[in-house]
C-alpha cells in the first residue's frame, strides 16, 4: 500500500519504509526552481531573486579543520551523508550514492513524532582552481512531494590553500509543504534551526583528526 503520509506517531516498520522509498523514485520535484542553487551561491543571492520571495532562506558555514586531509575527510563525511547522522536522524539506507537522481529518504523523530522526507540529488559538483589552491565539493537535493517542507538544499566543503583552512557550507531555501507545517510554522522553522546546527556539529566532530 501507498504510505505517504509524512508525518506520524509510528515509527514505520523496515518494510514499509522500503516499498515507500522505491514509490518515490517516479516523483516529481516538489518546487519549481530546480537547480537554482547552482546559480544562487549565496544567502544575498537567494533573498534578492524575487522568484524566492514566498521561501524561508538558510546558510549555515562553520571551519571543520586544517589541511588538505582534513578536507578529504569532509568529501567522505559528504559522501557518506555524515551531515545527517544525529541521534534524531537516520538517512534511510546511507550507503546510497551521491549522484545526481538519487532519491533518499529522511525520517526524523522529534517531540514524539516521526517526519518521513524524501529527497532527490539535483547535481553533484566537484571544483579545483587552475592551479589546484582551492578546492570545493558538495551537492544539492530537491524535496519530492513526500516531503514536510518544498525546496532545495545545498551541502559544500571547501578548501583554501592558502588559508590551509577547511569550511562546510549550507545553503537552502524551504516553505511548507503540508497543513501541519504551516500551521507549527514557528516550531517547523525551530527544528530546521536545530538540525542546521546539529549537521554543522556531526560534520566537525567527524572531521576531527
Given at each position: 500500500g501507498h504510505y505517504n503520509m509524512s508525518i506520524s506517531i509510528f515509527k514505520p516498520s523496515d518494510a514499509l519504509l522500503k516499498d515507500w522509498l522505491s514509490e518515490q523514485t517516479n516523483e516529481a520535484f516538489s518546487y519549481p526552481l530546480v537547480r537554482v542553487t547552482s546559480e544562487l551561491k549565496t544567502k544575498e543571492e537567494l533573498l534578492n531573486d524575487p522568484r524566492l520571495q514566498e521561501y524561508d532562506i538558510d546558510s549555515y558555514s562553520i571551519k571543520i579543520g586544517s589541511g588538505h586531509q582534513t578536507y578529504e575527510l569532509a568529501v567522505n563525511a559528504l559522501n557518506s551523508w555524515k551531515q545527517f547522522d544525529l541521534p534524531w536522524v537516520n538517512v534511510l539506507y546511507p550507503d546510497t550514492i551521491v549522484s545526481e537522481g538519487s532519491v533518499i529518504g529522511i525520517l526524523a523523530r522529534q517531540y514524539g513524532f516521526y517526519a518521513l522526507n524524501a529527497c532527490r540529488v539535483v547535481y553533484v559538483f566537484d571544483e579545483s582552481s587552475e592551479d589546484g589552491s582551492k578546492k570545493s565539493y558538495?551537492?544539492?537535493?530537491?524535496?519530492?512531494?513526500?516531503?514536510?517542507?518544498?525546496?532545495?538544499?545545498?551541502?559544500?566543503?571547501?578548501?583554501?590553500?592558502?588559508?590551509?583552512?577547511?569550511?562546510?557550507?549550507?545553503?537552502?531555501?524551504?516553505?511548507?509543504?503540508?497543513?501541519?507545517?504551516?500551521?507549527?510554522?514557528?516550531?517547523?522553522?525551530?527544528?530546521?534551526?536545530?538540525?542546521?546546527?546539529?549537521?554543522?556539529?556531526?560534520?566537525?566532530?567527524?572531521?576531527?583528526?
Open positions: 558538495g551537492f544539492a537535493y530537491g524535496t519530492l512531494p513526500c516531503h514536510v517542507e518544498k525546496g532545495e538544499a545545498r551541502f559544500v566543503v571547501e578548501y583554501d590553500k592558502a588559508t590551509d583552512k577547511v569550511f562546510y557550507h549550507t545553503l537552502s531555501f524551504s516553505s511548507p509543504q503540508t497543513w501541519m507545517t504551516k500551521l507549527g510554522y514557528p516550531f517547523a522553522r525551530l527544528i530546521q534551526r536545530q538540525f542546521n546546527l546539529a549537521s554543522l556539529d556531526a560534520m566537525n566532530n567527524y572531521c576531527l583528526l
